[in-house]
């Protein structure tokens, strides 16, 4: 049996992770096609490949911070690659400064940019209220970042469902026709990739990988839990609702995998949804959404470099004084770190963001995906042994 104290805690762990992989990116469709539909009828499945090797690999790095105390990012790489830390605790720090300077930076442009069509306030008053919100809710700590995430959760969830179901049947029609086209070896009118299997289930790789850069935000998390059980339970929730989450989303984008339109989407979502019904009220909602998945990244980000700092810092103090000066150096950090990406969203990084995310996934295999395979055989050999 679950306690009802012990459920919150799990719930609220995967809602973290839902809402740290729902950014601009996804809401908007884009990331959608640029991993998956592009890739033809193969990609159509590899969502469930990719959010399983995501919750696989998360679910060994949170239980090691569990069974380990580790619960900041360099705490958990220095116990976990042991002599070899000097060189890949820096490695993945140089992979969270690349993550800390990318996903807040694309939020702030991709919510502010949303907002100011939206709304019609100049770019960078956007991107400033979106930094406000981000700096508040980061600087009060993880509890209340667990909390901001499982409310925009049900948030973003029940506004897909709101966009994408009534749309679904409206254009079943030409959903069916898309599958159709895809089953017969078509990718859609903006792809420039194969529908081989093989380019379909590379993508989805580096698609989880560069998810997987975000693991050491997760760290912080499992410090609350009570038994090991519960960061099963987290990652199954994570895997059923990423998945569903992602899956209805994909099916909803076929209606115009192959509309001429497409080439020139930017958004992707916006097309999908005047092609359907009623795009004068869903059209806000999509817009809304885009800027909660914005903020919800850019929140979970910029918290988990927080709590690095903060902890770091007061490693040589005793408790009382650490808790005494532990709000200051929160928000001195999360001041710091929010500035940093809004000014950084000032350029409008987004042309770079395909060139970055990919190095950035490159990056990860090799500071935590070969790492962690490596670590499970040798755990597997010793316990043989």
């Not at 609220?12 to 096609?33: H, K, P």
């Not at 929730?237 to 020139?264: C, H, P, Q």
């Not at 992707?268 to 800027?291: C, D, E, Q, R, Y």
């Not at 990244?297 to 650490?322: C, F, H, P, W």
């Amino acid at each position: 049996m679950i306690s009802k104290d012990r459920m919150p805690l799990a719930v609220g762990i995967a809602f973290v992770a839902f809402t740290t992989q729902f950014g601009g990116g996804f809401a908007s469709g884009a990331q959608l096609y640029q991993y998956f539909i592009n890739y033809g009828l193969w990609g159509i499945f590899m969502p469930i490949v990719a959010q399983l090797l995501l919750s696989l690999f998360f679910w060994y790095g949170l239980r090691y911070a569990f069974r380990n105390h580790t619960y900041d990012y360099r705490s958990f790489s220095n116990h976990f690659y042991g002599k070899l830390s000097p060189v890949f605790s820096n490695l993945y720090e140089i992979v969270y400064l690349m993550l800390i300077f990318l996903a807040p930076a694309v939020a702030f442009a991709t919510g502010g940019a949303t907002l100011n069509t939206l709304t019609g306030i100049p770019y960078w008053l956007c991107t400033l209220i979106i930094g406000i919100f981000i700096f508040l809710v980061a600087m009060f700590g993880t509890a209340i970042v667990r909390k901001c995430a499982s409310t925009l959760s049900v948030i973003i969830i029940i506004g897909l469902l709101v966009v994408l179901v009534p749309n679904i049947i409206a254009q079943w029609d030409s959903i069916c026709s898309s599958f159709g086209q895809l089953a017969s070896g078509l990718v859609p009118v903006a792809s420039k990739e194969s529908g081989s299997l093989g380019s379909a289930l590379w993508s989805a790789i580096v698609y989880a990988l560069f998810q997987l850069a975000s693991i050491g935000l997760m760290y912080q998390h499992v410090e609350p839990l009570s038994e090991e059980k519960q960061v099963t339970r987290s990652m199954i929730y994570m895997f059923v609702v990423n998945t569903a989450t992602i899956m209805l989303s994909i099916i909803g984008m076929l209606a115009v995998a192959f509309n001429d339109g497409l080439a020139e989407a930017s958004v992707p979502m916006l097309l999908f949804v005047n092609s359907g019904v009623g795009a004068k009220v869903l059209t806000p909602i999509i817009s809304i959404l885009i800027i909660l998945g914005s903020v919800s990244t850019g929140v979970n980000m910029i918290a988990g470099i927080v709590t690095r700092v903060v902890r770091q810092l007061e490693k040589k103090e005793s408790k009382d004084a650490a808790r005494t000066k532990r709000m200051k150096r929160s928000t001195l950090a999360s001041l710091l770190f929010t500035l940093l990406a809004f000014a950084i969203a000032q350029f409008g990084l987004l042309p770079l963001v395909k060139v970055g995310y990919s190095y950035l996934g490159y990056a990860t295999l090799i500071a935590v995906g070969i790492p962690f395979i490596v670590h499970f055989i040798l755990h597997l050999i010793r316990k043989r042994a």
